[in-house]
């Protein structure tokens, strides 16, 4: 079993910054491709970040392309998202996960998270 748990969400003010962390149990989490989805309330799940098993390759939604940096630190096995600029709009559920696929599609991830809530005031 790979187990993923995420942390650093909370409440923060339009314009402020959140990173968060995801900790990827099992040796061999440096051989995944990570990525962080969001889902928000009447909202279909949507792709966020993706960060390939190496560190080498990044992708990330238009909506938060300049804003939002993914990262990873594969000696602690754990994946970053930090988050600038926020947004109301960045309201949501975010989700780590983790495949042996690197696609912007929630289908090509084989484990999730638990998730963790971020919630931007305006």
């Known amino acids: 079993q790979r187990q993923l748990v995420e942390s650093g969400g909370g409440l923060v003010q339009a314009g402020g910054s959140l990173r968060l962390s995801c900790a990827v149990s099992?040796?061999?989490?440096?051989?995944?491709?990570l990525g962080w989805f969001r889902q928000a309330p009447g909202n279909a799940r949507e792709f966020v970040a993706l960060i390939t098993s190496t560190g080498s390759s990044t992708m990330y939604a238009d909506s938060v392309k300049g804003r939002f940096t993914i990262s990873r630190d594969n000696a602690e096995n754990t994946v970053y998202l930090q988050m600038n600029s926020l947004k109301p709009e960045d309201t949501a559920t975010y989700y780590c996960a983790a495949g042996r696929i690197t696609s912007q599609l929630s289908g090509a991830y084989t484990y999730w998270g638990p998730g963790t809530q971020v919630t931007v005031s305006s």
């Open positions: 099992g040796r061999t989490s440096s051989t995944y491709t």
